[in-house]
């Protein structure tokens, strides 16, 4: 399919928009364990190594995302600072001059994609995916057509959620943000400049009704002061780097430069790279939202290759969308829930867009 070329040779997420917090202690990652994880921007792999995984191997079927997670490491041999500044999260003065000077440490085929695409390292790489310019869009055009930038400040700097429901009710939750919200989110908005088509093939419903609903819950429940995923949709930026994706964090940095060598990077399906690997291979995966973009034989097929391909104990993460998946009755033998701590953690998950969290065990 086209949609599905075009989704292979771009950025489509700069960043990752699951929550860290989630992931790791689901998989609960320890020396020893090998993880495979979809790469997407390569946040979440990292956060995996940086917990302590022995060795990750990251999948897409994009190489430009396989791209963008080998700079991230490469940027592990720059100053924190520096580092920043490549990211586009301090303002632009040399970013191409210090892409160059961590240009060494990328496959001949790395430093190819980013040579033609300095361009995206001016601009600034976290904001650079087809979603986080969209998410883009609604900041600078959208919501100042709802609220004030006091007001905005106001909100983002809030810390507690009884506060946090009664400024919600009182100052943000009128009839122009709710009518706007659910315009932009709308099915059509979205695959014109968020997602794509492809990425809706199996979604029934109102996309945004339900988008609208979570953004009220993490707006209300959970602190933003410490939200890293709300505190970018609102100003573009983090507020509290120590509470975003850990390598961002200057501990998390310490350290990439040293996880490069316990990284594979692999440019396949899932499908295809499970089906190529010994039984027993992983002891944790990390699937994203990956299989609510697929019919259900087809996550099905996903499920009993990673039954196969993982260790017995292994723990497998996933997320729900905008469609319902979780382990088919067939695999009850091979796959076991995890409900009780998936519903747990999911009370606590700052990135608001999902349904559902599925945490499922290898027997």
Not at 74 to 99: C, T
Not at 245 to 255: D, I, M, N, T
């Amino acid at each position: 399919m086209a949609e599905l070329d075009a989704l292979a040779r771009r950025i489509s997420y700069a960043q990752c928009w699951e929550d860290p917090g989630v992931l790791v202690p689901a998989l609960a990652p320890q020396p020893g364990d090998h993880v495979l994880s979809i790469a997407s921007a390569g946040d979440n792999s990292l956060a995996l190594a940086l917990a302590g995984a022995e060795r990750v191997t990251a999948l897409d079927l994009s190489e430009p995302q396989l791209h963008l997670l080998a700079l991230k490491l490469a940027g592990g041999h720059l100053a924190y600072e520096e580092f920043l500044q490549l990211l586009g999260l301090l303002p632009d003065g040399r970013r191409v001059f210090l892409y160059h000077r961590a240009r060494e440490f990328l496959s001949d085929d790395a430093r190819r994609y980013w040579d033609a695409h300095e361009d995206v390292i001016r601009t600034g790489l976290l904001g650079s995916g087809k979603f986080e310019r969209y998410l883009g869009a609604f900041r600078q055009r959208v919501l100042p057509l709802v609220h004030t930038r006091e007001r905005i400040e106001a909100l983002r700097v809030l810390d507690e959620p009884a506060a946090q429901r009664e400024f919600f009710d009182a100052h943000w939750n009128n009839r122009r943000w709710r009518g706007l919200f659910r315009l932009f989110f709308s099915r059509a908005v979205m695959q014109r400049l968020g997602r794509d088509p492809a990425q809706f093939a199996q979604v029934q419903g109102s996309v945004a009704d339900r988008l609208l609903e979570r953004a009220e819950w993490v707006m209300t429940a959970l602190p933003i002061a410490t939200n890293p995923f709300l505190q970018w949709i609102l100003t573009g930026g983090f507020a509290d780097l120590a509470h975003a994706h850990p390598y961002l964090s200057r501990a998390g940095h310490a350290q990439l430069a040293g996880l490069g060598e316990r990284f594979t990077l692999v440019h396949a399906t899932l499908e295809e790279h499970l089906a190529s690997v010994p039984a027993g291979t992983y002891s944790a995966f990390n699937y994203s939202n990956l299989f609510e973009y697929v019919p259900p034989e087809a996550y099905g097929s996903m499920l009993r290759l990673t039954a196969r391909a993982g260790r017995p104990g292994a723990r497998v993460g996933y997320w729900n969308l905008f469609v319902p998946r979780s382990r088919p009755q067939d695999l009850a033998d091979r796959l076991v829930p995890d409900a009780e701590r998936a519903a747990q953690l999911y009370a606590q998950d700052r990135a608001f867009f999902y349904s559902a969290f599925r945490l499922e065990v290898v027997q």
